[in-house]
């Protein structure tokens, strides 16, 4: 099995910042993609920032010169820094990974989700 936890979500004043993390684990090969979604209530789960096994990295529109990630191939882990916050940034964070595991076969994983919320 694999696991995805995530931690770092909070309430943060409008311009403030936030540190996501997530850390997997369990019957891990290889990492091929590990990244950030966000979804609101009643709609799709949107892409934030994701970075690729060869540190290649892509934002949404929103998250550019606000948002880094990154991310720690030895542990397994990755983070997303969050900058200079907006209310509309109010939403629950879910960490993402496309996982090789043993057996040669990918799939997809999902964290359990972490609020994020920016007052004005």
């Known amino acids: 099995q694999v696991q995805l936890v995530e931690s770092g979500g909070g309430l943060v004043q409008a311009g403030g910042s936030l540190r996501l993390s997530c850390a997997a684990s369990g019957n891990i090969f290889s990492i091929s993609r590990m990244g950030w979604y966000r979804q609101a209530p009643g709609k799709q789960r949107e892409l934030v920032a994701v970075?690729?096994?060869?540190?290649?990295?892509n934002y949404a529109d929103s998250a550019k010169g606000r948002f880094t990630i990154s991310r720690d191939k030895v542990k397994n882990e990755v983070y997303l820094q969050m900058n200079s916050l907006k209310p509309e940034d109010t939403l629950v964070y879910y960490c993402?990974?496309?996982?090789?595991?043993?057996?040669?076969?990918?799939?997809?994983?999902w964290g359990q989700g972490t609020q994020v919320t920016v007052s004005s």
């Open positions: 993402y990974a496309r996982i090789m595991r043993s057996s040669g076969y990918e799939y997809q994983y």
């Open positions: 970075t690729t096994s060869d540190g290649s990295t």
